[in-house]
């Protein structure tokens, strides 16, 4: 059974996760900074010690990235390429810049743009992190990077990832970006049937 490597779980596990992990045939391991959530390995994107040499399949990542800082982002993403089997893919999510500063743009900072479970988000929360957890004392909520398509699969490509395909959903309720990378080179349809399985409908 292949595994993927869940990180950055918080409280979630494979349901919240893409329809392409959330089936029987995919094994999940949680990994998170955070003891609390009872993740299956306690570990920091950038410190993966604890995860053997090419061990997993796959590695999941929704909204993790932009709490390093952007020097740790080249540090994280070659962990991740140890970890991943050769033929191994990433998919990740995370907030667009482009998008969210657009609302900046139009003076829409603190305005609610869309509300989620935790409550109405506005633009200051997608590039600074979500005030309300801080406040509670959560701080590992704090962002410390971003990217727009174009940085994300740049960054990709130039950290070792030999395959890129991404999407910006830059409108309400989502004003995210998603990527799948892939270890190995592989054919635009192989790529495009990774992208169709794991990013939203």
């Given at each position: 059974?292949?595994?993927?490597?869940?990180?950055?779980?918080g409280p979630k596990r494979k349901g919240q996760t893409t329809r392409g992990f959330n089936t029987p045939a995919w094994n999940?391991?949680?990994l998170d900074i955070d003891a609390s959530v009872a993740p299956d390995v306690i570990g920091t994107m950038t410190d993966l010690s604890a995860v053997a040499d090419t061990s997993v399949d796959a590695i999941f990542s929704s909204?993790?990235?932009e709490h390093?800082?952007?020097h740790e982002v080249p540090v994280a993403f070659r962990e991740f390429l140890r970890v991943l089997r050769p033929d191994g893919f990433f998919v990740l999510?995370?907030?667009?810049?482009?998008?969210?500063c657009a609302l900046v743009a139009d003076d829409k900072l603190t305005e609610a743009a869309y509300t989620a479970p935790a409550g109405p988000i506005a633009p200051i929360?997608?590039?600074y992190g979500h005030r309300p957890a801080m406040e509670?004392?959560?701080l590992f909520m704090a962002h410390r990077c971003g990217f727009t398509q174009k940085v994300l699969d740049a960054t990709l490509r130039a950290c070792g990832f030999r395959t890129v395909a991404s999407l910006a959903r830059g409108r309400a309720p989502f004003f995210d970006l998603w990527a799948v990378a892939s270890k190995s080179v592989r054919t635009e349809d192989e790529i495009r049937a990774l992208a169709r399985g794991h990013f939203p409908e």
């Open positions: 059974m292949p595994t993927f490597l869940h990180i950055g779980c999940e391991i949680r909204h993790n990235i390093l800082y952007p999510t995370c907030p667009d810049l482009k998008s969210v929360d997608m590039l509670r004392g959560n």
